[in-house]
C-alpha cells in the first residue's frame, strides 16, 4: 500500500510516521483534509476530536461528508472513511466539545497535536499548554471567505498578516507575554472577501489541512522525532 510512499521517504522514516501519535482536534473542511492526508502518508494512531453533526452545507469542503451521511456523527463518518483508506488505522473519534476547562485532559500522551477547531479560547489555551508539554502544535487560521490557495504557508504566528484569528492571537499572546514566534500555525495572507454571511470554498480549507499534515510529515522526516 505504501510502497511509493517509502521510496520517497525510506523505511526509516515511515516507520517513525507509524510510530507517531497524533491528536487531530476539529474534522471539518481543514480538519478532514489534514486527517486524510496523515492516513494515506502512513499514520496510523490518530486521535480525533469534534463535537458536531454532518449538516447539508459542509458537503461542499469537508471530506469526510457526501449526500449519504447528513446527519451523522463527524467523528464517526471520520474514522469509517481512515478504515476504509488503511483498515490498519488505529482511529479513536471523541464526539466532544473542547473547551478552556477540558483541553488539558485530552493532551496527554500525543507526540503533535494538530489544531483545526474554530473556538479562539481553545486555540490559545493549546497555545499555552504547549509551552509547558512535550507534544508540538501546529494550529490553522482562518480559511473562510478566501479563496486563493497560493497565499497560504507555514508560518509562525508573530509573522501572520491579514487573518483575523491570528491577530486575537497574537494579541492574547502578547498579554500572557507568550513568544508568538515559537508558535506554529498555518495562515494565509489573502484579505478576507467582504461578505456578511458564512461563505466558505474548498480551495482553501482543503490546502491548509493538507499543509497541517506536512508540517508534521517534515518534521519526523528532518528531526527525527
Not at 526509516?12 to 486527517?35: M, R, Y
Not at 496510523?44 to 446527519?71: A, H, K, M, P, W
Not at 470554498?201 to 482543503?206: R, T
Amino acid at each position: 500500500m505504501f510502497d511509493r510512499l517509502i521510496r520517497l521517504i525510506g523505511k526509516d522514516n515511515f516507520n517513525k510516521i507509524q510510530n507517531t501519535n497524533v491528536l487531530l482536534i476539529g474534522v471539518g473542511g481543514v480538519g478532514s483534509a489534514t486527517l486524510e492526508t496523515l492516513v494515506r502518508n502512513g499514520f496510523i494512531n490518530i486521535t480525533i476530536i469534534d463535537f458536531d453533526i454532518i449538516d447539508e452545507t459542509n458537503i461542499n469542503r469537508q471530506l469526510i461528508t457526501n449526500s449519504s451521511n447528513v446527519g451523522n456523527i463527524k467523528v464517526d463518518e471520520g474514522k469509517k472513511r481512515c478504515l476504509l483508506i488503511n483498515p490498519n488505522c488505529n482511529i479513536k473519534a471523541i464526539n466532544e466539545e473542547l473547551d478552556i476547562d477540558n483541553v488539558e485532559s485530552y493532551i496527554k500522551g500525543f507526540d503533535y497535536i494538530i489544531d483545526a477547531c474554530d473556538d479562539i479560547d481553545v486555540k490559545f489555551k493549546l497555545i499555552e499548554l504547549s509551552m509547558n508539554n512535550p507534544f508540538k502544535l501546529i494550529e490553522s487560521m482562518g480559511t473562510a471567505k478566501k479563496l486563493d490557495p497560493t497565499k497560504l504557508s507555514i508560518t509562525t504566528l508573530e509573522k501572520t498578516e491579514y487573518d483575523p484569528i491570528a491577530k486575537i492571537l497574537r494579541k492574547k499572546c502578547r498579554e500572557n507575554r507568550i513568544n508568538s514566534n515559537k508558535v506554529h500555525v498555518v495562515s494565509s495572507t489573502e484579505t478576507p472577501i467582504n461578505i456578511q454571511e458564512k461563505a466558505t470554498s474548498s480551495i482553501v480549507p482543503n490546502t491548509a489541512g493538507i499543509l497541517l499534515a506536512s508540517y508534521v510529515i517534515n518534521d519526523i522526516i528532518n528531526t527525527g522525532e
